[in-house]
């Protein structure tokens, strides 16, 4: 039964449901992270060293963001990020090795974290890019679409 809600999840992301290309739309990523770290719990802002280092993001690609991660390790991850069109699609690609590579280092020591971050909710509004690691991502998007207007 995972497997097919894993896969129907995938189709779902590959169709591009969820994603708005009104570029007028704005998130308040200062209010949504709050929401989220009030639900998510433990949740710390990754290091932009780490983040350029070990996973490879460029962040001078973004125009503003907020990356955070469960300090326990339990495979809650979420990235909120504002980017221009003409950077869109790298940071997508950049973020795709992100999640692999924290999937690999879950692999290694919590099988439960690897399907947390497995069923990850991603998607985008206008010029924001959202990725929603979390056991229940759809209370963790419903706090984000709170804070876009």
Not at 65 to 72: A, D, G, H, P, W
Not at 90 to 105: A, G, I, R, Y
């Amino acid at each position: 039964m995972k497997k097919i809600i894993i896969c129907l999840i995938g189709i779902l992301l590959l169709t591009g449901c969820g994603t708005s290309s009104n570029s007028e739309a704005t998130l308040d990523m200062n209010a949504a992270s709050k929401s989220l770290d009030a639900e998510m719990k433990d949740m710390v802002s990754m290091e932009d060293r780490e983040l350029e280092a070990i996973y490879g993001i460029d962040l001078s690609l973004m125009d503003e963001y907020v990356i955070k991660s469960n300090s326990n390790k339990n495979g809650s991850v979420y990235a909120l990020i504002k980017v221009s069109d003409k950077n869109k699609d790298e940071v997508k690609k950049q973020m795709d090795n992100f999640f692999e590579t924290l999937e690999s280092q879950s692999s290694l020591y919590s099988p439960e974290a690897v399907e947390v971050l497995e069923n990850k909710v991603q998607t985008s509004v206008g010029n924001y890019l959202i990725y929603l690691s979390y056991e229940d991502t759809d209370k963790a998007y419903d706090l984000v679409k709170e804070n876009i207007k």
